[in-house]
């Protein structure tokens, strides 16, 4: 008679912080992408955003793509609304994916408390959310129980001109206007 041990499945949150390492380990792996002609196009680039669902002919502004081909690779979804390239659609405030928005500065929705590594974090530069990076690594908090200071990100299309790529970079908490979980 064999005897069968049970195996102890990983929890919700354990599952969660798995697929958000392998979506952070992917952009590590591909921070070598760089823009090569000032105008969101270049070898790596242009892989990035097909392997986010889009078309690097139409020279897009592309964020939200690096951010849905890193979902993809580790079998995440993305946003349903076919807009992955713009940084708005990761955090909908409305319709089936509205759950994933944990913090929207305008709406008041949420607590900015919620920031954890892996999550999407949303920038609003004026006109709305137009830029989307992945949690890498929190700051240092002012306090026990608050939210950091700072933390540092990974996004495609960070910097300008042919120095604009893909990047490990550090921002003020204040800088985030919004946080979204789409490791589940």
């Given at each position: 008679?064999?005897?069968?041990?049970?195996?102890?499945?990983?929890?919700?949150r354990t599952r969660q912080a798995q697929a958000g390492a392998c979506t952070l380990k992917y952009l590590e792996q591909h921070q070598a992408a760089r823009e090569t002609n000032a105008k969101?196009?270049?070898?790596?680039?242009d892989a990035i955003i097909k392997a986010g669902g889009g078309v690097p002919a139409q020279r897009p502004e592309w964020c939200g793509?690096?951010?849905?081909?890193?979902?993809?690779?580790?079998?995440?979804p993305i946003p349903r609304n076919g807009m992955q390239g713009a940084a708005a659609a990761w955090f909908p405030l409305k319709g089936p994916?509205?759950?994933?928005?944990?913090?929207?500065?305008?709406?008041?929705?949420?607590?900015?408390?919620?920031?954890?590594?892996?999550?999407?974090?949303?920038?609003d530069y004026g006109r709305g959310i137009h830029?989307?990076?992945?949690?890498?690594?929190?700051?240092?908090?002012?306090?026990a129980g608050r939210a950091p200071r700072s933390v540092w990100t990974w996004a495609g299309n960070e910097g300008t001109g042919t120095a604009a790529g893909l990047k490990r970079s550090l921002y003020p908490i204040g800088a985030i206007d919004a946080l979204s979980n789409w490791n589940y």
């Open positions: 008679m064999l005897c069968h041990l049970a195996q102890a499945q990983p929890t919700p969101n196009r270049g070898p790596l680039v793509f690096t951010q849905a081909a890193a979902n993809r690779s580790c079998g995440l994916d509205a759950a994933r928005t944990l913090w929207d500065r305008k709406t008041g929705r949420g607590s900015i408390d919620s920031i954890a590594v892996a999550l999407k974090a949303g920038f830029h989307v990076a992945a949690v890498a690594e929190l700051g240092r908090p002012v306090r």
